[in-house]
């Protein structure tokens, strides 16, 4: 038999080659390529740093402006509860802010490995001006847990919502810990002005707050009422702050609708009404004291039901 016949190829079990790149199939270069690209963009970035280094005054000039602007503030910050105690902080909206201000600043999160049941995700901020990084890794598993229980998650979008969800929490407090404790106090303070003078409690506005509630967090105008003690058309405007620094807490996922509001756990068929009003307990011994004349009446002297008569 001749050496140049054809011979036919095994299939490979395994699966078939891997598809050649169209640059000639040299993998590794374009990787070497991209790498040195990244590369390229963080040294310049840092010989900018350095050439035009920021000027703190203007660029807390810029925190305070953006921090007047009443829509940016109603996101600004969120409340949570520590100790039965409510806590203000500044949102992940108002960390981004402060870091495109305060310039110089890299700031992101990226997904290192994902599987079918967690993802490790990565968040970092980088001052590029004081050569200072911060970044935190953290396991994110796809379960959601409920009252019923846990159960995994296998949307894929409802996947990227929790890792991105997550990944924000954790990028808010690598952004917030290159900052000046100064700066982001200041913040918060021109949130709280530009949010007092510029509170809402109009019937429109607050439409569109118990609204808003209702179609994100599933939260009822009966709920909300129970929290501010009276009619919802009566709320004031630090009750109107209150409520706006809740929803932002609950969209953020910094608290629990539980932490805010009464959630009534849902009834079960087989279970009565715990309570009875008070027209109700009347009702039901009337009704009671009613049959039990009619079966006294009904019943013959020996003791004997007739046949008329129904058993108890």
Known sequence: MSDSASVQAVKNPYGDSA????????????????????IQEVKVQAEMALISPRDERRCADAVLKA???????EGATYVYT????????????????IAANWRHMIAGWRVLRETET???VEAY????QANSRNAKSVTVPYIR????????????????????????RVLRGCILSLVPDDVISMAMEQV?????????????????????????????RDQIEKRLGHNVEAIKPAQMIALKRIYQSLRDGMSEISTWF?????????????????TEQAKAALSTSKRQAASSTNTPKDGKPDDQTSTK
């Open 19 to 38: 598809p050649v790149p169209a640059n000639g199939g040299d993998l590794s270069a374009s990787i070497a390529v991209e790498g040195q690209r990244a």
């Open 67 to 73: 921090c007047q602007r009443p829509k940016f503030a």
């Open 192 to 220: 709280d002005e530009t949010l007092r003078a510029s509170a809402d409690v109009s019937t429109e506005s607050i439409k569109n707050m118990v609204q808003a509630f209702h179609d994100e967090h599933g939260v009822t």
């Open 82 to 97: 520590r100790g039965g105690t409510d806590i203000v902080g500044p949102s992940i909206r108002m960390a981004e802010m």
């Open 118 to 120: 967690f993802a490790e």
């Open 262 to 278: 009464e959630v009534e756990a849902p009834a079960t068929p087989d279970e009565e009404p715990a309570t009875q009003t008070r």
């Open 145 to 168: 847990s409920t009252k019923k229980g846990n159960y995994a998650v296998t949307d894929p979008r409802d996947k990227y919502e929790m890792l991105a969800n997550r990944a924000q």
């Open 125 to 128: 901020c980088w001052d590029m």
